[in-house]
């Protein structure tokens, strides 16, 4: 199953475990495989490096190239792209990424992807609403 996972979900996952860590062992047996464009890996990247978080450079690398790459496929965005969450526009990618990678769930906890519902036919939920439609 193709899916896009918003970064508040790969960072919970990688860094806290809980609910979306659960899809950490779905992505890692290839029961989903999670797409993602290079503006969303800088996004990863750039909240991997929040201060909050106490990681080193080192270990945000670690993460990128054992837990992220080899099992993350990349699609390519234009950079010319209508807004569509005025709200938020960086949520905008997420959107683009998953109409891109032919996904069919965005799983994300930002209530304003989650606030659509669906868009053009690709549903976006919460870890906890995609593990239970899975259970």
């Given amino acids: 199953m193709r899916v896009v996972i918003d970064t508040n979900v790969v960072v ?6 809980g609910t979306p860590g659960q899809l950490i062992p779905m992505w890692r047996n290839l029961e989903i495989t999670p797409y993602f464009s290079k503006q969303i890996l800088d996004e990863y990247l ?9 990681l080193t450079e080192a270990e945000i690398q670690y993460l990128l190239y054992t837990q992220i790459l080899p099992y ?8 010319d792209r209508p807004v569509i969450i005025s709200a938020d526009p960086t949520d905008d990618l997420f ?3 998953a109409q891109a990678a032919g996904a069919v769930r965005i799983i994300s906890g930002d209530w304003h ?9 690709i549903s976006i ?11």
């Fill in 95 to 97: 959107l683009y990424c």
């Fill in 46 to 54: 750039r909240v991997f490096s929040y201060p909050r978080f106490g």
């Fill in 72 to 79: 993350f496929e990349v699609v390519w965005l234009p950079n």
């Fill in 12 to 17: 919970s996952a990688l860094l806290f475990g």
């Fill in 125 to 135: 939920v919460s870890p906890a609403q995609f593990i239970e439609m899975l259970g």
């Fill in 113 to 121: 992807l989650l606030g659509l519902g669906t868009w053009k036919k």
